[in-house]
C-alpha cells in the first residue's frame, strides 16, 4: 500500500524536517510570553529530539513525556513522542500522542491528518478514515487527505470513492 505521509518529506531526513518543525512551534510559544514551565518543557523536547537523532530512542520519549508533565498542555512534546513512535512503528503510542495533541490544539489540522496516517500505517481503516473525513471536511482542498483517504477506499475495493478521491488529489495545487 502506498501511503503518501505528512511524515514524508523530499530532501533532508525526515526526523530532521521535523526537528525543524519542533524547533518552530517551541520558539514560538516562547516568543508569545510562556511560563518557566513552558521553557523547561522546551529544552527538555530539544534534549529528546537531540537523543533520538543520536539513536536513543527510550531516552527520548523519557524526555519527552517530561517535557509533557512540566508544561501540561505542551503539544511540541506530544508532536515530537508522537513522531518518534511512527519513525519506530509504534503506532498505537502515535495513535496516543497526536491524539493528545489534538485536544490540546484542535486548530490545527496536520495533527489530525498525522493521526490519520499514523492509523492507516497500523492498519486501523475505519479509525484512518474516519479521521480524514473530518479533514477533508474542513479542509476540502487537502490533497494529501484526499490521496490517502482514495488509497484505502481502492484498497477496499470502493474504485469510484478512490477515483472520485484520486483526481482531486492531483488537481488540487499545494
Same mark, same amino acid.
Given at each position: 500500500?502506498?501511503?503518501?505521509?505528512?511524515?514524508?518529506? +523530499?530532501?533532508?531526513? @525526515?526526523?530532521?524536517?521535523? =526537528? @525543524?518543525?519542533? %524547533?518552530?512551534?517551541? %520558539?514560538?510559544?516562547?516568543?508569545?510570553?510562556?511560563?518557566?514551565?513552558?521553557?523547561?518543557?522546551?529544552?527538555?523536547?530539544?534534549?529528546?529530539?537531540?537523543?533520538?537523532?543520536?539513536?536513543?530512542?527510550?531516552?527520548? %520519549?523519557?524526555? $519527552?513525556?517530561?517535557?509533557?508533565?512540566?508544561?501540561?498542555?505542551?503539544?511540541?512534546?506530544? *508532536?515530537?513522542?508522537?513522531? =518518534?513512535?511512527?519513525?519506530?512503528?509504534?503506532?498505537?503510542?502515535?495513535?496516543?500522542? %497526536?491524539?493528545?495533541? *489534538?485536544?490540546?490544539?484542535?486548530?490545527?489540522?496536520?495533527?489530525?491528518?498525522?493521526?490519520?496516517?499514523?492509523?492507516?500505517?497500523?492498519?486501523? *481503516?475505519?479509525?484512518?478514515?474516519? +479521521?480524514?473525513?473530518? @479533514?477533508?471536511?474542513? +479542509?476540502? +482542498?487537502?490533497?494529501?487527505?484526499?490521496?490517502?483517504?482514495?488509497? =484505502?477506499?481502492?484498497?477496499?475495493?470502493?474504485?469510484?470513492?478512490? *477515483?472520485?478521491?484520486?483526481?482531486?488529489? $492531483?488537481?488540487?495545487?499545494?
Amino acid at each position: 500500500m502506498c501511503i503518501r505521509s505528512p511524515h514524508q518529506q +523530499d530532501g533532508p531526513g @525526515v526526523f530532521q524536517v521535523r =526537528l @525543524v518543525l519542533s %524547533f518552530a512551534l517551541a %520558539f514560538s510559544l516562547t516568543v508569545t510570553g510562556c511560563a518557566p514551565s513552558t521553557a523547561e518543557a522546551e529544552r527538555l523536547v530539544q534534549s529528546g529530539l537531540t537523543a533520538a537523532e543520536a539513536g536513543d530512542t527510550d531516552r527520548a %520519549f523519557e524526555l $519527552f513525556a517530561q517535557a509533557a508533565m512540566s508544561s501540561p498542555r505542551y503539544v511540541p512534546a506530544a *508532536i515530537a513522542a508522537a513522531e =518518534l513512535a511512527v519513525d519506530t512503528g509504534d503506532y498505537a503510542k502515535a495513535d496516543e500522542q %497526536f491524539t493528545l495533541a *489534538i485536544a490540546w490544539d484542535p486548530a490545527t489540522l496536520l495533527w489530525l491528518e498525522k493521526r490519520a496516517a499514523a492509523r492507516q500505517l497500523a492498519g486501523q *481503516i475505519e479509525a484512518s478514515l474516519a +479521521d480524514y473525513n473530518e @479533514v477533508i471536511a474542513r +479542509d476540502p +482542498d487537502n490533497a494529501t487527505a484526499r490521496y490517502n483517504r482514495g488509497a =484505502l477506499a481502492a484498497q477496499r475495493g470502493d474504485r469510484r470513492a478512490a *477515483i472520485a478521491d484520486l483526481e482531486r488529489a $492531483f488537481r488540487t495545487p499545494r
